[in-house]
């Protein structure tokens, strides 16, 4: 049986944007993520984050601190019931001054493959999936998977996903 996703950016979707985030101190909820994610778990609809982090290549922070920050992420959202079942983040950056990072890769978004893996993984039916992103790259990486995508324009992110999860 397959399963449904609803895939969704990090920074300036489920959180602020604050620029090369890793510190869970400086890490604010948007308004309404907490109960998006909580809305998916509780509706069967598995939550994948997908992000593009170039600042490990950028030489910003490590893959160890962003592995971190996803941990305290889903420590928070247990205080409501809820959780993110994975995290896909691509370290990439074609101009990266850490040069183990430094490519042109296929996990980049607007690239799909984070999702691809991810559908791969837990055998997501992508005509029952989707994608809300804060930015026309997250729309296209969700279109490059064959998966509708959402553009997040700010405001609620519950009401988004309730906007749109039967549209």
């Known amino acids: 049986m397959s399963n449904k996703a609803v895939f969704f950016d ?3 979707t489920l959180n ?3 620029g090369y985030l890793y510190e869970f101190d400086k890490f604010k909820w948007i308004d ?7 809305f998916c778990n509780d509706n069967n609809y598995l939550v ?3 992000t593009n982090q170039s600042g490990v290549a950028r030489g910003f922070y490590t893959e160890d601190d962003i592995k971190k920050l996803h941990i305290q992420m889903n420590e ?3 205080k409501y019931g ?4 994975d995290f896909y983040y691509c370290p990439h950056h074609p101009n990266g001054a850490v040069e183990k990072y430094r490519m042109d890769c ?3 978004k607007p690239k799909s493959k984070m999702i691809e893996e991810a559908c791969l993984k837990y055998n997501i039916d992508k005509t029952n999936s989707l994608m809300i992103g804060d930015s026309e790259r997250d729309v296209q ?6 998966i509708r995508g959402i553009l997040f324009e700010g405001g609620s992110l519950l009401q988004c996903l309730l906007n749109n999860i039967n549209g």
């Open 106 to 108: 296929d996990c980049r």
């Open 10 to 12: 990090r920074d300036g």
């Open 32 to 38: 309404g993520a907490i109960e998006a994610v909580k």
């Open 16 to 18: 602020v944007e604050v």
């Open 48 to 50: 994948i984050v997908v």
């Open 141 to 146: 990486c969700a279109q490059n998977a064959g």
């Open 76 to 78: 928070e959202l247990v």
């Open 82 to 85: 809820a959780h993110i079942d």
